[in-house]
């Protein structure tokens, strides 16, 4: 059985359910087990990566939060050098073309809108711990992530 992690940091407690939900269902169906760290509003996200300093990972920043936005958290894991090479999927409501450019370059590995139903999230999370992260190589187009009209 594969095993991934994923932290994810939104101060929306619907978003987390959602995300949670959807990550029971991928897990359940496609016998990978995901751990999931969530992350109210990210204020320990740097200290919960760096203790686990796992390769299989990926990072969901919302935006929009309280004490520190997902611009300020990339900005932090860009530049602390144990986790700077953690890959970062921006996830957010927002399809604003300035949010989107400023996360490519502050060091996004992607740009994700949040989808409005659930079948969509399964597909973007899927897509998350399917990627080769290990073989990465930062080359950002196309830098979003899922389909989206901008």
């Known amino acids: 059985m594969k095993e ?16 949670e939900e959807a990550v029971e269902a991928l897990s359940a169906k496609n016998r990978i087990e995901v751990k999931l760290h969530l992350l ?11 203790k686990k300093k796992l390769q299989n990972s990926v990072v ?6 309280p004490l520190k936005s997902g611009f300020e958290l990339l900005q932090d894991i860009r530049n602390a050098p144990d986790i700077k090479g953690t890959p970062v999927i921006i996830y957010s409501t927002s399809a604003n073309e300035n949010n989107i450019y400023k996360s490519k370059k502050l060091g996004a590995n992607y740009y994700a809108v949040k989808p409005t139903n659930f079948t969509d999230l399964i597909d973007i999370i899927t897509k998350a711990v399917s990627f080769n992260w290990k073989s990465y190589r930062h080359n950002p187009d196309p830098f979003l992530f899922n389909k989206v009209a901008i």
């Open 60 to 65: 969901f920043l919302d935006l929009n939060m």
């Open 40 to 50: 109210k509003n990210g204020e320990h996200l740097l200290d919960s990566i760096d």
């Open 4 to 19: 991934f992690t994923i932290y994810y940091a939104d101060d929306d407690d619907d978003d987390l359910f959602f995300f």
